[in-house]
């Protein structure tokens, strides 16, 4: 049975480690070019389906023209953006059809590449800022110690001493008339000293005063407008009010720095899930092409032992069919069980790691060879394969030109059932979707790991 489009699979998404409402939304750009190349794999994915259903049925799946073929290519990909509708598109044949479902991945894995830079820009610019709010948090902490310095220093403690003794000389200048016009003069001069003194601290006083109300002014300035290069969650991770949501004169930089430092963790999560789908679609892409590979040489085999198998038109003067068919027909199945378990092994990979696009493509590929293996052990049984006596292999002889006949009317019928079934499926996908869900192209709960 062949599985069904990506779209009709059900995917629960892992619980990310960060609130949902921190996480950075992608770019619409970056949603339409990967929705548009998920398109084409679904396209190519149905053609893989329809081209393999042909395969069984004998005819050359890969005969049929390519020309117009809509693989996917970097171009294709970067404007996918700008078209909102495409003109019908030419069922491309089973080679074109894997041909594109790799070069889909790898325009896949491209397009996430260019997303990592983009998300590159976003990380320097919040690192940027957070050095910007740890500079003025040092800035303000000095001046404010300086300023607490100031009012305890020994300059302060001077003045007030001075007044003092100014106020004990002018008691004295009260009781002694005759020192009075010297005990003026000193009066004066510590008076100007006082005076002096007080001035120089005041100035300071103003100096330090006048930078932190500036440096107060910078950061409510900074504080008042919301980022334009970023997104605002409405709540924090702790479940309370995001700072950008509540009033200006209600925020601070402490909270703004919170904010700062959790959209950069933000941030480079999203860096790790990006080079993580990137690593996922190369060695996605990789094994396909192994499978491809190993796929096409199997049927070249399968396709030079059948024509030897196959008989002409019986007649009374030909010869009976060869006593070496049934070994042959083993042979064939021994093959097809290599290949097969050749796939399972892929299978259990790309299912173990989660990528369910290749599991969809590898399975598909896996259901035709054992509906070829069903049908080619129906020939053998037909022809007698088993372990008779030398009678009873003389009566399957007989009968094994008529079974090799019967072959390809029982490979017509399983293709008209198959096609049935693959016509089913895919009108409950159209009605249920017309674009293959984002998260079945790769499974995320895979992030934990490959963060350790």
Do not use: C
């Not at 190369?282 to 796929?295: L, Q, R």
């Not at 030909?318 to 083993?330: F, G, V, Y």
């Not at 989660?354 to 493509?361: E, P, Q, R, S």
Request: proline letters at 4%; glycine letters at 4%; hydrophobic letters at 35%.
């Amino acid at each position: 049975m062949i599985p069904p489009p990506i779209v009709q699979s059900v995917y629960a998404p892992a619980r990310s480690t960060i609130a949902e409402s921190a996480v950075l939304e992608k770019t619409s750009l970056f949603d339409d070019r990967q929705e548009q190349l998920q398109a084409d794999l679904q396209f190519l994915l149905d053609a893989q389906a329809d081209g393999l259903i042909r395969g069984l049925e004998g005819g050359g799946a890969d005969e049929r023209s390519s020309a117009g073929s809509t693989t996917p290519t970097m171009h294709s990909a970067k404007s996918a953006s700008g078209t909102s509708r495409r003109p019908p598109r030419r069922q491309p044949g089973l080679r074109s059809a894997r041909k594109g479902i790799y070069r889909s991945i790898l325009a896949l894995a491209a397009l996430k590449d260019e997303e990592l830079r983009d998300v590159d820009r976003s990380i320097q610019g919040s690192e940027k800022t957070l050095a910007q709010i740890n500079a003025w948090e040092q800035k303000r902490e000095g001046l404010r110690e300086a300023s607490h310095h100031v009012d305890d220093s020994e300059e302060t403690i001077r003045v007030q001493r001075l007044r003092t003794e100014a106020d004990a000389v002018q008691a004295e200048i009260n009781k002694v008339e005759l020192q009075l016009m010297e005990m003026k003069t000193r009066h004066r001069k510590l008076i100007r000293q006082a005076a002096a003194i007080e001035n120089s601290v005041q100035a300071k006083m103003a100096s330090y005063t006048s930078s932190l109300q500036m440096l107060e002014e910078d950061i409510q300035k900074f504080l008042s407008f919301k980022p334009v290069d970023s997104t605002s969650p409405s709540r924090s991770r702790d479940g309370s009010q995001s700072v950008w949501q509540l009033p200006p004169k209600r925020r601070n930089l402490e909270m703004a720095k919170e904010y700062w430092t959790e959209q950069h963790k933000v941030v480079e999560l999203q860096r790790k899930q990006t080079e993580f789908e990137k690593s996922a679609l190369v060695e996605g892409a990789a094994m396909w092409e192994e499978t491809v590979s190993e796929i096409t040489a199997f049927e070249k085999r399968l396709r030079s032992e059948m024509s030897t198998l196959t008989p002409d038109s019986p007649s009374a003067w030909e010869d009976p069919p060869s006593t070496t068919a049934p070994e042959r027909l083993k042979d064939i199945l021994e093959q097809i069980d290599t290949v097969t378990e050749l796939l399972q092994d892929k299978l259990k990979t790309a299912d173990e790691r989660g990528w369910k696009l290749l599991v969809v493509a590898i399975g598909a590929e896996l259901d035709a060879l054992i509906k070829g293996k069903e049908i080619l052990v129906e020939v053998l049984e037909a022809s007698g394969g088993g372990h008779h006596s030398e009678k009873e292999s003389q009566e399957h002889l007989g009968n094994a030109n008529a079974a090799a006949r019967s072959a390809g009317e029982t490979m017509r019928e399983l293709d008209m059932s198959l096609a049935t079934a693959r016509a089913h499926s895919g009108n409950v996908s159209d009605a249920d979707d017309d674009h293959p869900d984002p998260e079945l192209l790769f499974s995320k709960h895979e992030d934990t790991d490959a963060e350790e």
